[in-house]
Structures are given as C-alpha cells and as structure tokens.
C-alpha cells in the first residue's frame, strides 16, 4: 500500500468513525433491550472482523508454511495480533451488553465460549512466538492454521447447540433503519483493520531489513 | 519401504523403549489418579459427587494426563536427538507422524484402561452401562486429542519453553474434542439417558479427527523441516 493510499483510506476511515455516532444514535430504538442495544453497532462488526483476521493470519501462515515467503509470514504475525486486539474488545464490549439484557457478566454459551477459545489460540500463538526462540516462526504458523481451521467450527457450533446468544441470522433480517448504521460500522471496522494491518505489516518489514543490514555491518 | 511398515516400526521403537522402563506409563497412570483425587475434593459435597462431575473429571484426568505423556514421549525423543535422526531418515514424513500418534495412543488407552474404572467406583458412574457409545465416545475423544497433541509436541520439541507452552497451545484448540467427551459422556451418565445424544457427539468426534488428522498430516511436514 503506497502512502498516498494509506493516507487517503486513514482519513476516509477517521469520518466515518466520525460519523457513527450520529447513525448509531438516529437508529430506532430497540424496544426490549433499549439504549443497551446500542453497543451491538461497534461489537457484532467487531466480531466479524476477529473471525475475518483469524482467516487472514491463517491462510497467511499457510503461504508462508508452503511457499517460504517471508511478507506471508508478517501478515500472519500482523493479523494474528489484530486477532487478539480485535478479540479483546469483543469480550469486553459482549458482557457489557450481557450484564443490561441477561443479568449476568458471562454465560457459558457456545458464541461467548469459541469466542474466548479463538482469543485464547491466538493468544498462545503470540506467546509461542514470543517465547518460542529461534524457528518459532513456522511453529507458530502450524498453530494459526490450526487455529483457523477452528474457526468454523465456532460458527456452527451456535446452531448446534441450545443457545442465548442472538443467531447470527439476525443480521440479514435487520430492519431498515438499524440495517444501514450496523453495515456503516462494519465497512468502517473492515478499514480500520486494514489499514492496521497494513501499518504492523510495514513495521515488521523495516524490522526485518533493519536486521539485515545490521548483519552485513556486523559480517 | 511402505507406509505401514515405517509407521509400524516407529510405534514398535516407542513401545520397546517404554516397556523396557514403563516410566511415562506408571507416572502417567499415577498422575491420573492424582488428577481424579485432587479434583473429587472440589467436586464431591456430603459424600456425593455433583451432577455430570463424574463426566467432568474423567475427561479433565484424560486431557491433563495425555498432556503429560505427549512431552515425556518427546522429550525422550529430543534427550539424544533422536527426533533429527528420525526426520533424516528417508521415509515419508506423514509415517512419522501416525507412527509416533499410534505409539501415543496405545499409551493413553492402557492409563484409560485403569482411569475409566477407576471414575465409574468411585463416583457411582455407570460407566460400563453402554459399552459400546462409551467407547466410541472415549476412543474419538482421544484420537483427536492426540492427533493435536503429537503435531504439536513434535513442533515444540525445537522451542524453548516448550514444557508449558504445549498445554497453552493444546486447550484451547482440543476445546472442541473435550467438548463433545463431557457432553457425549454425559448424556450417557444422567438419570434418563439420552442415546441419541451421545451418538451425535460420537458423530461430531469423528468429524473432529478426521479435520484434525488431514491437517495435521497436511503440516507436519513443513513444520518439522528446518
């Protein structure tokens, strides 16, 4: 992504971040759960993005176990981190909504449950780089596959089991006014991830070259 | 040389090294027993076990005790470095990981052996009641569990601080597996037993290795190359 892009997108995201508020606040007000209803705006695009960058970290770890690219592996490193930034705000924003609509902080419910258990793989597959030592790189990248593969199995898991998690049909069945604000979120979430992604992708690049020439002063 | 006779001749080198001292097997088995004790005092009120605690620690000892059994099973590997020996002789890869994960189950099936009877006394679980789902039940939850665990303690072998990075690394992507086996085991154990049930969790096992074994299989080359 060339400056002038990233520059162009980073304004492009910051309006529109700008201008949530106002389309969150003008969407109808949902009758049973009220003004606590307002926050699935800013976490069920959240959410999305999580699973959309453990996709990413995955086939990217893919890449680079197969085709040896060394940009394969910043991207999975890069959205990896994005997994558990992302993943993060999901289970505070989640039990904020839950405490108002089901009286408790937590529920032990296959969303919330795979949820925690995508955060937490990837969670370890930080550690695991972090703390791995050399050749962790392609260890870590078994993990994120792994790791990716699970994914699905989180989705379905929510139609399989008895659940109080609102379906994830309840999307597509939006009405009208809250359809628009949820989609202007989610755009806005898929730029922003971008757009980080992007930016930690270039800091693991300069890092790499960074090291390089430091070896060829050193040699 | 064929598949068969190289992932044969693995898991026959695994099984001699440890019937000629038994240590992963007697200090897993005991270990076992210890989880099952340990957790019987959280979960065990006025003489009596809470509901489902029997299905609960029976696949906890499992999960804890596997965990144990997987890095000794590799550590013994990484002592000598016997595992870069292994990876450089000229045989297919994948054979070294289904010779390696036979050798890890056969040892999981002999602790269960001792560890299922052991739930079914002490917490009045009729466990034996229907043999057959139980089996299936104890026979996918295992497979998958190991299938994981060997991918991943033949990665860690090369990693430092590989002793408590293979459970990190390990529960939360079996979290599926141990799932379906307390549920599964569950279903069975309560007071009005509900088959169809544990047949479907057997059902969703199966499906969960045979994801997690064409995956494993698919990586374990690449990962293990240097």
Redesign the interface.
Known sequence: MTNRTFTILAVLAAAMFLYAPFMIVAAPYESTMGLVQKIFYFHAPIGMVMFLSSFVSGIASARY??GKRASADRAALAAAELTVLFGLIVLVTGPLWARKAWGVWWQWDARL??AL?MW??FL?YL??RK???P??D??A???A???A??AP?VYW?VN?WRTVHPKTTVVPTLQSGMREPFWFCFVAFVLLYVLLLAMRMGLEHRRAELETLYLETQG | MTFAATVWLITRKDLLIEARSREILYTTIFFAVACVLVFAFGFVREGRAVTDAAAGILWIAIAFSGTLALGRAFERERQNETLRALMLAPVDRPALYVGKLLGVLILLALVEIVLVPLVALMFQAPLFQHIWLMLGLLGGGTLGFAA?GT??AA??V????RDV?LP??LY??T??VLIAGVRGTAALLQADVDEPMARAWVA?LAF?DV??IT?ALW?FE??M??
């Open positions: 176990l197969f449950t795979s258990v937490l793989i370890a550690l695991l703390y791995g030592g050749g962790s392609r260890l990248a078994g993990v596959i792994f790791g593969a699970n199995f898991s399989v | 994981v991918l991943f990665m860690l090369r990693a430092r601080s990075l990190l690394l939360p992507m979290i599926p969703m969960f994801v997690f995956l990586t690449p990962v190359t240097e």
